[in-house]
């Protein structure tokens, strides 16, 4: 089983960048698809990106395509969101969750189909 911890999330201004890490524990890592979601309040999760776990494909969603970038290190059990240019409507509390690998490319937007979460890190961007 794979447990996840986010961190990085902060303060900031329109314009600035963020850089999140989810940290990763548990053999089957290296073997997940991860994704990244976020939630603001009164407002259902939202997914923002994912990539396969060989890390040869990744998907985003139309909002964050351009300004944010993820990527992982099998190595290191590290998975990171790089966002730059963020704006105001980007703030929320930001979760990585492993996919449950089945019908990833059909899937991968859904929350329903990722089976662990982490805790979330808080984005929070000023205009």
């Known amino acids: 089983q794979v447990q996840l911890e986010e961190s990085g999330g902060g303060a900031v201004q329109a314009g600035d960048s963020l850089k999140l890490s989810c940290a990763a524990s548990?053999?089957?890592?290296?073997?997940?698809?991860i994704g990244w979601f976020r939630q603001a309040p009164g407002k259902e999760r939202e997914f923002v990106a994912t990539?396969?776990?060989?890390?040869?494909?990744?998907y985003y969603s139309d909002s964050v395509k351009g300004r944010f970038t993820i990527s992982r290190d099998n190595a290191k059990n590290m998975v990171y969101l790089q966002m730059s240019n963020l704006k105001h409507e980007d703030t929320a509390n930001y979760y990585c969750?492993?996919?449950?690998?089945?019908?990833?490319?059909?899937?991968?937007?859904?929350?329903?189909?990722?089976?662990?979460w982490g805790q979330g890190t808080q984005v929070t961007v000023s205009s």
């Open positions: 969750a492993v996919h449950s690998g089945r019908f990833w490319s059909d899937t991968y937007s859904s929350p329903e189909d990722y089976d662990v």
């Open positions: 548990g053999r089957a890592f290296s073997t997940s698809n």
């Open positions: 990539v396969r776990w060989i890390a040869d494909r990744t």
